[in-house]
């Protein structure tokens, strides 16, 4: 709104009574960024990341795929050298995505950049690790459940697990502008037929 002055020879407080939009929490990451990547005319790098997210929590949650302490969540995709990728998943157990419950980090080798399907763009990777860190106990007991009991973590410490070759190639498709990254789900068969709707905005 406006405030109209009384008369020309009386100052005034203009007053602004318009709500200033709340500014957009991105998720943020600990991995170090490095070099670039060509997605046809466009040059990845850098941290893409996820706004700060709470949608359909009590679904994800009654459906074991993420744990029950979870309040928010987002993703990251960061570009950390010239053939290398980390596709980050992030939980966490408070609404504005700051404390951790669970950080997943899906680490590839080798991408390559296929021919363009409209805007979209096939990738080829080689899966080389998975780096993952529970915050809280329950984040622990639910990471050692979903791995069949297989592996063992210890609260505030990363958890590297290294994959063989038989896993590989990986491939996924991804979309990208200069601010804007959609990836779609990796799959170790063949390249999905469309990307996500979750947008990654460069940091």
């Known amino acids: ?8 020879s009386t100052p005034t407080t203009s007053t602004d009574n318009t709500t200033a939009a709340a500014a957009t929490t ?10 670039s990547i060509t997605v046809g005319s466009e040059t990845m790098s850098g ?34 050298g010239s053939d290398n990728v980390s596709d980050e998943s992030m939980f966490f157990t408070d609404s504005s995505c700051t404390t ?42 639910y990471i050692e459940a979903a791995w069949g009991g297989f592996i063992n973590v210890t609260v505030g410490t990363e958890y590297t697990d290294t994959y063989a070759g038989s896993t590989n190639p990986r491939y996924n498709l991804i979309n990208l502008s200069s601010t804007t990254l959609y990836i779609g789900t990796e799959s170790s068969s063949e390249t999905p ?8 905005t460069k940091q």
């Open 1 to 8: 709104g406006s405030c109209a002055k009384k008369d020309d």
């Open 26 to 35: 991105y998720v943020s990451t600990s991995t170090t960024a490095s070099g």
């Open 47 to 80: 941290v893409y990341a996820s706004e700060c997210l709470t949608s359909n929590l009590s679904g994800l949650i009654s459906a074991g795929r993420v744990p029950s302490d979870t309040a928010s969540y987002g993703f990251a995709y960061v570009v950390t």
């Open 100 to 141: 951790n419950s669970v950080i997943q980090k899906h680490q590839y080798d080798n991408v390559t950049v296929g021919s363009a399907s409209g805007s979209n763009y096939p990738l080829t990777l080689t899966k080389a690790r998975s780096l993952i860190t529970a915050g809280t106990t329950t984040a622990e007991t």
């Open 193 to 200: 037929s469309s990307v996500g709707d979750t947008a990654m």
